[in-house]
Antibody, heavy 125, light 110 residues
Framework: QVQLQESGPGLVKPSETLSLTCTVS????????WNWIRQPPGKGLEWIGY???????NYNPSLKSRVTISVDTSKNQFSLNLSSVTAADTAVYYCARGRKYYSSGYYYNVDFDYWGQGTLVTVSS | QSALTQPASVSGSPGQSITISCTGT?????????VSWYQQYSGKAPKLMIF???KRPSGVSNRFSGSKSGNTASLTISGLQAEDEADYYC??????????FGGGTKVTVL
């Protein structure tokens, strides 16, 4: 059974960089998409971006200028960096595995079958 | 990209059927059969309930079903049970390798 666990600081100061790591256990990080998704308190879900195990990334256009996702296959981990944070970035951050959807010769990241429990990150001075 | 549109709340009595709509555009829901639905209990992580519009992951009750017509996808819960009370989110592929979620729907079992 694949399990994901987020880790990182629960409090980040405005204008600083939010950094989180997701550790994958019970399966290999290879050959899958790995996503970050967030949920502000009392609000809906927002897809942040993904990394494929090869290192290929893609980000939500609304966050693209501030987001970096990286992977360490030797540790079965992937990470999120979100720079220049403000109070609007306060949220529960989830990591999730993306299923591989095949169409017309390509694979796509289109939904999420395993999720971490989520970690609350508060942006405040 | 704007979030997909879902009703804020839907309610029903035990045993009834309810349907949650998820309205997008011809650039997302209308163009791709890549719509998924998630169930989220308060304080918990979302759980995949439906993928590729109509498919159920192993272990998900067959009381949950999905469909799509034009730019609107739907999740139907039949034989409503108390344990179905949760928030539900739709998600669609939106082209250019991006994904959009709906705003979420709170399901209340009366």
């Amino acid at each position: 059974q694949v399990q994901l666990q987020e880790s990182g600081p629960g409090l980040v100061k405005p204008s600083e960089t939010l950094s989180l790591t997701c550790t994958v256990s019970g399966g290999s990080i290879s050959s899958y998409y790995w996503n970050w998704i967030r949920q502000p308190p009392g609000k809906g879900l927002e897809w942040i971006g993904y990394i494929y195990s090869s290192g290929f990334t893609n980000y939500n256009p609304s966050l693209k200028s501030r987001v970096t996702i990286s992977v360490d296959t030797s540790k079965n981990q992937f990470s999120l960096n979100l720079s220049s944070v403000t109070a609007a970035d306060t949220a529960v951050y989830y990591c999730a595995r993306g299923r591989k959807y095949y169409s017309s010769g390509y694979y796509y990241n289109v939904d999420f079958d395993y999720w971490g429990q989520g970690t609350l990150v508060t942006v405040s001075s | 990209q704007s979030a997909l549109t879902q009703p804020a709340s839907v309610s029903g009595s035990p045993g009834q059927s309810i349907t949650i709509s998820c309205t997008g555009t011809s650039s997302d829901v209308g163009s791709y059969n890549r719509v998924s639905w998630y169930q989220q209990y308060s304080g918990k992580a979302p759980k995949l309930m439906i993928f590729e519009v109509t498919k159920r992951p192993s272990g998900v009750s067959n009381r949950f079903s999905g469909s799509k017509s034009g730019n609107t996808a739907s999740l139907t819960i039949s034989g409503l049970q108390a344990e179905d009370e949760a928030d539900y989110y739709c998600c669609s592929y939106a082209g250019d390798d991006s994904l959009l979620f709906g705003g979420g729907t709170k399901v209340t079992v009366l």
